[in-house]
């Protein structure tokens, strides 16, 4: 039950593209469509923002985006924000568990 | 509207015990799977363990199998997380998630409300 792999930081300035990846192996992310990503501000709870891969619950921004090749998931965000500055989390279920990514610290400049 | 109120954190001796529970409304309780999901202070996410809608199915991470219980009361709205053995790595904020799907079973990582968390400490 290895964690998946994030990079640490990814910044970039306003307006800009940013993207997030998610590495895992072909039991979690290479198997199953199941992977979320959720967004976490200082000492908040966690907020959904993508779920199977591509999908965007009702409220979070188009400017959030999904999607998947082989074993490595990614989040997209584009026309980052201030309001973007935050910890990111990828998720992945696994068949008889779950497991998170180590987080990526996304910094607006 | 969604509201998910943890409880049951505190201080505890390694080798002590715990029973966390979640308090759940505004939805139909028993049609969702739920989780404990925790955090360590400074650190990220880790999923603990999972409950399907009916209590029949159960997923505990590695970490914690063997030491760890989740059960839920369907009657009561109420989700449980009995913890023995606690050891200083289980240390963390603990909290409750609802499964976004409504078939109760316990499927993909869709985690669409997240309770505000209990911190449970474990030093001597």
């Known amino acids: 039950q290895s964690a998946l792999t994030q990079p640490a930081s990814v910044s970039g300035s306003p307006g800009q593209s940013i993207a997030i990846s998610c590495t895992g192996t072909s039991s979690d992310v290479g198997s199953y469509n199941l992977v979320s990503w959720y967004q976490q501000h200082p000492g908040k709870a966690p907020k959904l923002m993508i779920y199977e891969v591509t999908k965007r619950p009702s409220g979070v921004p188009d400017r959030f985006s999904g999607s998947k090749s082989g074993n490595t998931a990614s989040l997209t965000i584009s026309g980052l924000q201030a309001e973007d500055e935050a910890d990111y989390y990828c998720?992945?279920?696994?068949?008889?568990?779950?497991?998170f990514g180590t987080g990526t610290k996304v910094t607006v400049l | 509207e969604v509201q998910l109120v943890e409880s049951g954190g505190t201080l505890v001796q390694p080798g002590g015990s715990l029973r966390l529970s979640c308090s759940a409304s505004g939805f139909t309780f028993r049609s969702h799977a739920m989780h404990w999901v925790r955090q360590a202070p400074g650190k990220g996410l880790q999923f603990v363990s999972a409950?399907?809608?009916?209590?029949?199915?159960?997923f505990y991470a590695d970490s914690v199998k063997g030491r760890f219980t989740i059960s839920r009361d369907n009657s009561k709205n109420t989700l449980y997380l009995q913890m023995s053995s606690l050891r200083a790595e289980d240390t963390a904020v603990y909290y409750c998630?609802?499964?976004?799907?409504?078939?109760?079973?316990?499927?993909?990582?869709?985690?669409?409300?997240w309770g505000q968390g209990t911190l449970v400490t474990v030093s001597s």
């Open positions: 409950i399907s809608g009916n209590g029949g199915t159960t």
């Open positions: 998720c992945s279920y696994a068949g008889t568990y779950y497991v």
């Open positions: 998630v609802k499964d976004g799907y409504d078939s109760g079973n316990i499927r993909g990582c869709y985690f669409d409300y």
